[in-house]
C-alpha cells in the first residue's frame, strides 16, 4: 500500500502544478492583452490627417468653377451693356465726328453728297441747327444755275460779294438756302460745298426738287 502511495503521490503533484501553470497563463493572459494590439497602426489618427487634409482640395474646386463662372458671366454682362450702348449711340457718334471733320450730307432724291462746312458764322449756325435734327426743303429752279428755297429761320449774315460755281451752298437774305449746278456773281454768305460733283447736275436736274440736309449719311 505504501508504494503504491508512493508512485501516486508524485503524479498527482505533478498534475496538480501542470494545472496551476496552465491557470497562471490564462490569468496573465486575460491581465495583459497580447502584444498585437500594441503594433497595430495608428490608423485612426493617420485617417484623421487624410481625412482633414482631403476635404480642402476637393472643397476648392467647386470654390474655383464657381468663381470662374461668376467672373465669365460679369464679363458677358459687360460686353452687352458696352454692345447696346454703342448700338444705341452710333449715329450721335458719327453726328459728332462729323461735326467736328465739318462733313454734313445733301441728299437729292435717291443720291447723296458729302459737303464740307464753310468758315463763316452761318456756317455754324446750320451746322447747330443739323445737330437737332435734319432738315428738308422744298427748292425751286432760278435762273438755270440754281435752286433756292425757305430755311424757315434767319441765320447769321455776313454777305459779301461771292462769284459761286457748281456746288457751292450759300445763304441768301439770311433764311434763304441756295444750291448751285452753275455759276453766279452776288452777294451771298457761303455755306459749304459739295466736295464730289459727280452726278450732281444730273441729280438736281430741271424744275423743282426736295432736299435734305442731315449730319448722317441718308
Not at 95 to 108: D, G, P, R, S, W
Request: with cysteine; glycine share 8%; hydrophobic share 35%.
Amino acid at each position: 500500500m505504501k508504494r503504491i502511495l508512493c508512485f501516486l503521490l508524485p503524479g498527482f503533484l505533478m498534475l496538480s502544478l501542470a494545472a496551476c501553470g496552465y491557470q497562471d497563463s490564462s490569468i496573465s493572459d486575460a491581465i495583459d492583452p497580447p502584444a498585437v494590439g500594441n503594433n497595430a497602426p495608428e490608423v485612426t489618427d493617420d485617417t484623421e490627417v487624410s481625412e482633414s487634409d482631403s476635404p480642402a482640395v476637393n472643397s476648392s474646386e467647386p470654390s474655383s468653377v464657381e468663381d470662374s463662372t461668376n467672373a465669365e458671366g460679369a464679363s458677358s454682362n459687360t460686353d452687352v451693356d458696352i454692345s447696346m450702348e454703342d448700338g444705341s449711340s452710333n449715329e450721335e457718334h458719327e453726328e459728332e465726328a462729323n461735326m467736328q471733320q465739318n462733313i454734313f450730307y445733301v441728299t437729292v432724291g435717291s443720291e447723296t453728297f458729302s459737303a464740307t462746312f464753310a468758315e463763316s458764322s452761318g456756317a455754324q449756325a446750320l451746322k447747330e441747327l443739323l445737330a437737332d435734327g435734319d432738315i428738308t426743303i422744298q427748292m425751286s429752279d432760278y435762273g438755270g444755275f440754281e435752286k433756292v428755297g425757305p430755311l424757315g429761320q434767319s441765320l447769321p449774315t455776313e454777305n459779301s460779294q461771292t462769284t459761286t460755281q457748281a456746288g457751292d451752298i450759300v445763304l441768301y437774305q439770311g433764311n434763304q438756302i441756295v444750291i448751285f449746278y452753275g455759276s453766279n456773281s452776288w452777294s451771298y454768305m457761303r455755306l459749304g460745298k459739295i466736295d464730289v460733283l459727280t452726278d450732281w447736275q444730273e441729280s438736281v436736274g430741271s424744275g423743282d426738287i426736295e432736299v435734305t440736309f442731315s449730319l448722317q449719311s441718308q
